[in-house]
């Protein structure tokens, strides 16, 4: 079955403890995005990768890394977690990012990790 | 720049009959534009994407949005409401771009 598959799926941790919140995709596509959910903000992108060793900030990069070494994951990293990274985050896919003819290709989204920071 | 704005927050309606969620835009270049929903506790489903080929566009489970470029309006619309519409619903524009402008969401309420 086509999916992204993220986890953890729930995590509670407190400040300042590393965490990595894992992505992967069976479909081998080659861009990948992580977005946060906040109440009444809807998604908001926070990195991008349009391929392997190809990453780039989208609009609230502070506080997250990430990495592409491999072209089906895409980790998002925390380096030192704070409360207001609470939140829900979701990974995303798709073949490329935009098709001449057919626009911005269509994201499959991961179910979502729910991240709560003490 | 883009951007997206979901005109409601909350809609509640009662069971069979329309819906409306409202959506309008703004683009520098032709859009992409995308209604996604999201069942409690689920992730996000595509229902219908807009790329310049029709202007009325039908998506899955009998919901279907007209791009009108003059009002830069994309609302989604179903004619009657099934308890199982009852989820969040985001309207989504995209140029060329790297970014996937999100909307903040409309909650959608089905009463019995």
């Known amino acids: 079955e086509a999916q992204v598959t993220q986890n953890p799926r729930y995590l509670i941790t407190v400040t300042g403890k590393k965490l990595t919140v894992t992505c992967s995709q069976n479909?081998?596509?080659?861009?990948m995005s992580w977005y946060r959910q906040d109440p009444g903000l809807g998604l908001r992108q926070i990195y991008y990768?349009?391929?392997?060793?190809?990453?780039d900030k989208g609009d609230v990069p502070e506080g997250y890394k990430v990495s592409r070494k491999e072209k089906r994951n895409f980790p998002l990293i925390l380096e030192s977690p704070s409360p207001n990274q609470t939140s829900l985050y979701f990974c995303?896919?798709?073949?490329?990012?935009?098709?001449?003819?057919?626009?911005?290709?269509?994201?499959?989204f991961g179910a979502g990790s729910r991240l709560t920071v003490l | 720049a883009q951007s997206v704005t979901q005109l409601d927050s909350h809609v509640s309606v009662s069971e069979g009959t329309p819906v409306l969620l409202r959506c309008n835009y703004s683009?520098?270049?032709?859009?992409?534009l995308f209604w996604y929903v999201q069942h409690p506790n689920k992730g996000l489903q595509l229902l219908l994407k807009?790329?310049?080929?029709?202007?009325l566009v039908k998506g899955i489970n009998g919901f279907e949005a007209e791009f009108k470029k003059s009002e830069t309006s994309f609302h989604l619309t179903k004619p009657s409401a099934h308890m199982s519409d009852a989820a969040e619903y985001f309207c989504?524009?995209?140029?060329?771009?790297?970014?996937?402008?999100f909307g903040a969401g409309t909650r959608l309420t089905v009463k019995p």
């Open positions: 995303a896919s798709s073949s490329s990012r935009w098709t001449t003819g057919s626009g911005a290709n269509v994201l499959t």
């Open positions: 479909m081998n596509h080659e861009y």
């Open positions: 990768s349009m391929n392997v060793e190809v990453t």
């Open positions: 683009s520098s270049y032709s859009p992409s």
């Open positions: 807009y790329t310049s080929a029709a202007t």
């Open positions: 989504v524009v995209s140029d060329r771009g790297h970014y996937m402008r």
